[in-house]
């Protein structure tokens, strides 16, 4: 905080924790050695964290006011707000309740209460809590070691915490408790069931109003609802939890996103591969899935004695098909792509939507090269999001790049130092080449090398982690890939794994959100209702699907024995793009008469030139 004011008050004043020497700290905290400080404040997912986390404990100040001998579990922050489990005895909480408890939090808040933090000894704390009936926090005391316990103090209210916090409650302006839920003391329904309350705050009115906003826009575009409304998938007791069906109108927009993928990456001189969707245990062994990551796999079957899993990743099998190809440094890169369906192992509890599936296709290619070649292939996948961005019209995205910790060489991450440095360099390049935003966040890469997450907001500004990049150092060797290199040796290739369209599943999730089930010309299940006036027209109006079907163009006709203004409020409902009114007069000239969805009447024009017009529009979509 000395720091901060030492800058400016200004800042100082929206300090709300500080991260020194890679961990996050009360902003007053004395610093006693020689240390990187970065200050945290609202524009930092950290900073974020900390208030919300503070606010949490604020939260447990206005309960107890309510509630006397109310006893506490855990409360931390969560990505959109904080919780704190509770167990509030005979009392029962339910939303009514939350007007009161706000209003007392925002009075408390005002106060400007500082969050006092305060070492303990280990008979203390038990004595503390002993005396207070909060039989949770002895629980939790028990697994603490002496010496390593805190209080954190604010108003009235103590509570057992290694924090950290922010300086004082006045940051907290706007608040709102936002759902109650049950959950049992330490995730054990052997243990008794808190009840769970969560909320979210911000430092400014306004801002809780836009995120109220968005959350009454999310609701309404929701990909469950939606995606039932236009028939693209569902759900089936007997096929099984998160494993979806995906309807016609869903298969389109599957073949229309495959279409799109093999073509760029055709041009991006990819070659498509096609592999099983089961393999041997030896296999998964070789790769390192298991043992480390079979909780995630479906159990194995077995077959003549063998046990065979189902891939939860397509890399070993496309490991195995490089190998096979024995090639040079001349043939590198090589890149295989496949749009591989993977099966992994999600709880129940877990499963939500399409958002979170049991099967998934996935957007895969795993790129093989030189370390001479890494930058112009790693710039050329990047150069493919940003492609893909402007297609989607996602605007807003971040970079999130895990590097390594040197100090953990040999452990957490592969021993090899001047690689990781050199490649992070190269990644750290591109991404700052392209003009991308980017953040850098040490010692969260994969054991086997530096991964990208790509972040994307959606049009009504949710965020959604879509696909992961990966540079890979190690695997490539375990599975004893080699090339032959110009000096006549064997080397091994580096390899990048990357899925910029992630998977089908999340992937058009995050659409049908995105574009409110409004799907651009290109993608749309149905992209032309024709909507004969009168039963008399009906043969035209096939005559016109059969033109618009020969040319590429999806169509169907609405032949109901229904009033045309009752077809046309039909399809606006079912976001069909265009509508070709056809009647006495289109029929004679071979003309129809165009609508737009939501933007009403087109005029008249020829059948082959509304073909054209279709066909420019989509071309100029796709041509980003
Ligand atoms: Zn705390
Ligand atoms: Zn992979």
């Known amino acids: 905080m000395e720091i901060a004011k030492s800058i400016s008050e200004g800042l100082a004043r929206n300090v709300l924790a500080a991260k020194v020497n890679g961990q996050v700290i009360d902003a007053s905290r004395p610093i006693n050695e020689n240390a990187t400080v970065q200050l945290l404040t609202w524009n930092d997912d950290e900073g974020k964290k900390t208030m919300w986390h503070s606010s949490a404990h604020l939260m447990a100040e206005a309960l107890e006011s309510f509630y006397p001998g109310v006893k506490f579990g855990i409360g931390p922050p969560v990505d959109h707000g904080f919780y704190y489990d509770v167990d509030l005895g005979e009392n029962k909480l339910t939303l009514e309740d939350f007007k009161k408890i706000e209003d007392k939090m925002l009075e408390l808040a005002r106060k400007a209460n500082q969050y006092v933090r305060k070492e303990v000894n280990k008979k203390d704390a038990i004595k503390y809590f002993e005396e207070k009936g909060d039989n949770y ?32 409650t006045s940051p907290i302006k706007a608040i709102k408790l936002t759902n109650i839920a049950g959950a049992y003391w330490r995730g054990d329904e052997k243990n008794k069931q808190l009840t769970r309350i969560y909320g979210i705050t911000f430092p400014k009115k306004s801002q809780l109003d836009e995120y109220l906003q968005m959350l009454e826009e999310a609701k309404k575009r929701d990909h469950r609802k939606i995606g039932k409304e236009l028939e693209m998938f569902t759900f089936d007791d007997d096929v099984g939890p998160g494993l979806p069906l995906w309807m016609p109108n869903g298969a389109v927009v599957i073949e229309s996103l495959e279409a799109l993928a093999k073509k760029t990456e055709q041009k991006a001189g990819y070659k498509r ?4 969707h089961i393999a041997r245990e030896n296999m998964y062994k070789i790769s390192g899935h298991l043992p480390y990551y079979e909780d995630s796999m479906f159990p194995p079957m077995v077959l003549e004695g063998d046990k065979y899993y189902l891939k939860a990743m397509n890399c070993p099998h496309h490991h195995k098909i490089f190998k096979e190809l024995n090639p040079s440094y001349r043939d590198l890169p090589i890149r295989l792509a496949e749009y591989g369906t993977c099966y992994r192992y999600e709880q129940s509890g877990e499963l939500f939507g399409l958002m979170r599936v049991r099967c998934l296709q996935m957007n895969d290619a795993h790129i093989y090269c030189t370390r001479e070649q890494f930058a112009d292939e790693f710039r050329a996948v990047n150069d493919m999001y940003l492609k893909y961005f402007k297609i989607f019209g996602i605007e807003k995205y971040v970079m999130r790049f895990s590097t390594h910790d040197p100090a953990k060489l040999g452990k957490k991450y592969v021993d090899n130092a001047e690689l990781w440095l050199k490649t992070e360099d190269m990644v750290r390049r591109v991404l700052i080449d392209s003009n991308i935003p980017y953040v850098e966040v040490p010692d969260e890469g994969a054991f086997y090398g530096p991964k990208i997450d790509v972040q994307v907001w959606s049009a009504i500004g949710r965020e959604f982690t879509l696909a992961t990049n990966q540079v890979d150092f190690a695997v490539p060797a375990r599975f004893g890939l080699v090339f032959r290199n110009a000096n006549n040796e064997m080397e091994t290739p580096i390899c990048i794994h990357r899925a910029p369209l992630g998977t089908h599943e999340r992937f058009i999730g995050f659409l049908i959100e995105h574009y409110a089930g409004n799907f651009p010309l290109w993608l749309s299940p149905t992209q032309v209702a024709i909507l004969p006036i009168s039963e008399k027209h009906n043969d035209y109006a096939k005559k016109v699907l059969q033109l618009l079907n020969n040319s590429d163009i ?20 079912k976001k069909i793009p265009y509508m070709l009114i056809v009647g006495e007069k289109e029929a004679m000239e071979q003309m129809v008469a165009v609508r737009q969805h939501g933007q009403g009447d087109q ?10 017009r279709v066909k420019n529009e989509i071309s100029q979509m796709l041509d980003a």
């Open 554 to 573: 999806r169509g169907l006709v609405d032949s109901r024995d229904e009033k045309i203004g009752k077809k046309i409020r039909d399809s606006e409902i």
């Open 273 to 276: 591969v096609r592999t099983p």
């Open 137 to 168: 926090k002895l629980d939790l005391i028990k697994d603490l070691e002496d010496g390593q316990i805190t209080f954190y103090s604010q108003g009235e209210f103590t509570d057992l915490c290694r924090g950290p916090h922010i300086p004082d």
């Open 603 to 612: 005029g008249s024009i020829k059948v082959e030139e509304f073909i054209s």
